[in-house]
């Protein structure tokens, strides 16, 4: 039996859908001074918010795929180093179900595409691992995240208050926390799915030509950096 390819030959996959997550502030409580969310800078600042491991649990049951997208320019300012992120990542990839992290090093100055709210992160991991963007959910806590998340043509969903900051573009929902969105994310995923008269995704067809996308353990999630 023959394997269907595209008109370039490349075999064709079902596509699945993912949920895009920031990290700080919707993984990992944000360190707010002066209004205004950061980075936790050492790991004893590092604090999962409630519910965010249930959360993934579910997408990762429902079939979703679970892909953190984080802007650390810190990195480009030297303010922190790879060495502490990577740390982070590392005990992140430990307790969550995560399918990959991508980060993006750099400030605005360096005219990333990846930087939200520029959607390259979220482009690369549609590359990467067969996703359909537009059944596909972006989840962050501030205006970039939301932007990046509209221009790659995601449903979109805020954490909290934006931080009182100018929204481009409003997101389509806003929830206190991602355990709250997560409910809205599942039930909206169950009804594309349901609606849609498409063939069942086979894990079996996709391992065969893409290396490790559908992978859940926790040992070996894949992180990249864009720098
Ligand atoms: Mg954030
Ligand atoms: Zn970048």
């Avoid at 079939?63 to 953190?68: A, E, N, P, R, S």
């Avoid at 595409?113 to 962050?140: N, Q, T």
């Amino acid at each position: 039996m023959g394997i269907a390819r595209d008109s370039g030959g490349n075999p064709i996959v079902n596509q699945r859908a993912a949920v895009f997550l920031d990290r700080d502030g919707v993984l990992n409580r944000a360190i707010v001074r002066e209004g205004r969310p950061y980075p936790p800078s050492t790991l004893e600042e590092l604090e999962i918010l409630p519910g965010v491991v249930n959360a993934i649990d579910r997408f990762q049951s429902a079939g979703l795929l679970v892909i953190v997208v984080t802007n650390q320019p810190d990195l480009a300012r030297g303010t922190q180093n790879k060495a502490f992120v990577d740390s982070i990542h590392g005990f992140l990839q430990l307790i969550l179900p995560l399918d990959a992290i991508l980060v993006c090093g750099h400030d605005d100055a360096d005219d990333c595409p990846c930087r939200k709210p520029r959607p390259g992160m979220l482009l690369e991991a549609a590359r990467r691992f067969h996703i359909d963007l537009s059944r596909s959910f972006m989840v962050g806590d501030r205006w970039r995240d939301i932007s990046a998340g509209i221009a790659a043509g995601c449903r979109t969903f805020l954490i909290g208050d934006g931080y009182g900051e100018a929204f481009p573009h409003p997101p389509d929902a806003v929830f206190p926390s991602l355990s709250e969105a997560s409910d809205q994310i599942l039930k909206e995923s169950a009804a594309a799915a349901s609606s849609e008269s498409r063939i069942v995704f086979d894990p079996t067809q996709e391992s065969s030509c893409t290396p490790s996308p559908t992978s859940k353990s926790r040992s070996s999630p894949m992180a990249q950096s864009c720098r």
